[in-house]
């Protein structure tokens, strides 16, 4: 949370906070990225907005929850993706929700409920070129029992304009940048809710939400 203890024990700028769960820099808020939680500046409200000319489409079966991309631009030089940028987005939740069962979609089985009670995912991805925290090992196989608040969850994704599938359990690195281009940016959480009659899939929901962004010269 952005104004934590700034003691010694608190992380620093783009350190991962997982472990001390506050960060150093007062500007900055311990942010759900991939597998790990990293200190980020915070963006709040009234920064946020729903709109934007490059969000392409949202979609939820889980009534009461979205997902929702906030506002930033819709294009970036290279030089700019090369320093680093932040794709904000938040899950939205309308009413409490109980008996969730998020389902983890990275390889290894190891993503873990966020704050919300959901798992999200996320994907840049076009022409070839994909960027995803998709493996980082292989995990013991779990199940999860969660409950959604109501409330806005507000997160970012780190993206220095590079290939990568994630580090898997043996340290792979970045590949090579994304060229100039319009690429597609895909959120998903998906799972089942207790309780829910429905026939066809027995309570199953999918959330999703797609923007796209321009790399310029």
Do not use: K
């Amino acid at each position: 949370m952005p104004g934590n203890d700034a003691g010694q024990t608190c992380s620093g700028s783009g350190e991962s906070c997982a472990a001390s769960g506050c960060c150093r820099n007062l500007s900055d808020e311990c942010l759900a990225q991939g597998n790990d939680r990293v200190c980020l500046e915070a963006l709040q409200p009234p920064f946020y907005d729903a709109g934007g000319d490059c969000i392409v489409g949202l979609t939820s079966t889980l009534p009461g929850a979205a997902l929702t991309f906030d506002g930033a631009p819709c294009s970036y030089s290279q030089a700019e993706i090369a320093a680093g940028i932040a794709i904000p987005y938040h899950e939205e939740i309308d009413m409490p929700i109980g008996g969730l069962h998020p389902a983890q979609g990275d390889a290894g089985g190891c993503q873990l409920p966020d704050e919300a009670g959901l798992i999200v995912s996320y994907q840049i991805s076009g022409g070839g070129q994909q960027y995803c925290v998709c493996d980082v090992g292989l995990c013991a196989a779990q199940s999860f029992v969660t409950s959604a608040a109501v409330g806005n969850y507000y997160h970012q994704i780190a993206w220095d304009g590079r290939n990568w599938y994630g580090p898997s359990d043996t340290g792979n690195p970045e590949g090579a940048p994304f060229p100039v281009g319009t690429y597609t940016v895909t959120l998903t959480a998906t799972g089942a809710v207790e309780g829910v009659p429905d026939q066809t899939s027995g309570g199953a929901f999918t959330m999703t939400a797609t923007r796209t962004i321009t790399i310029t010269p």
